[in-house]
């Protein structure tokens, strides 16, 4: 951001959008945080953030999270750009975001998204998320299987 300080909201969100597979919403976060928005601190914790949540989202997205945090504890729960995410470290392993008709998740890759293309036949997939139903069963084995493969991702760039 700090190279596209003197160009104009338009140009850094297009700048991020066609150089870095933003989505429009995504970027738009990184510029208003970069120009010292503090809109971007909309929820505290992960249970302000749960509270504003629809109780069938908010289940499926505490059952998502506890799949994952079950076998990796070590992850921490977080609140980045007003939506939950596990990290680990300083990196993003898992993130989640809901829409009034859907749930997304990403694992932070392409490379992993790629990876599980077989697996997520029958699922929404965008570039770089996973949209599910509100009320979607959640499936363990996938998360947890994901999540395994960032995490693999995120060990491989800190040893190189």
Do not use: C
């Not at 338009?10 to 597979?21: C, D, K, S, V």
Request: hydrophobic share 40%; net charge positive; charged share 25%.
């Amino acid at each position: 951001m700090a190279e596209l300080i003197d160009q104009k909201y338009p140009e850094q969100i297009a700048h991020l959008r066609e150089n870095y597979g933003f989505t429009q919403t995504h970027a738009n976060a990184l510029v208003m945080y970069s120009r010292g928005s503090n809109s971007s601190k909309r929820f505290a914790t992960p249970a302000k953030y749960f509270q504003s949540l629809d109780p069938a989202q908010a289940k499926t997205i505490k059952a998502m999270f506890s799949a994952i945090t079950t076998k990796y504890p070590e992850l921490k729960l977080v609140i980045a750009w007003n939506q939950p995410m596990l990290t680990f470290g300083k990196h993003y392993v898992f993130g989640v975001s809901a829409a009034k008709k859907h749930i997304s998740f990403a694992p932070w890759s392409t490379d992993v998204i790629e990876k599980f293309t077989a697996k997520l036949k029958d699922y929404d997939v965008k570039k770089k998320t996973i949209s599910v139903s509100n009320d979607w069963k959640v499936d363990e084995k996938l998360l947890q299987a994901m999540v395994k493969a960032r995490l693999l991702e995120i060990e491989e760039l800190t040893n190189s």
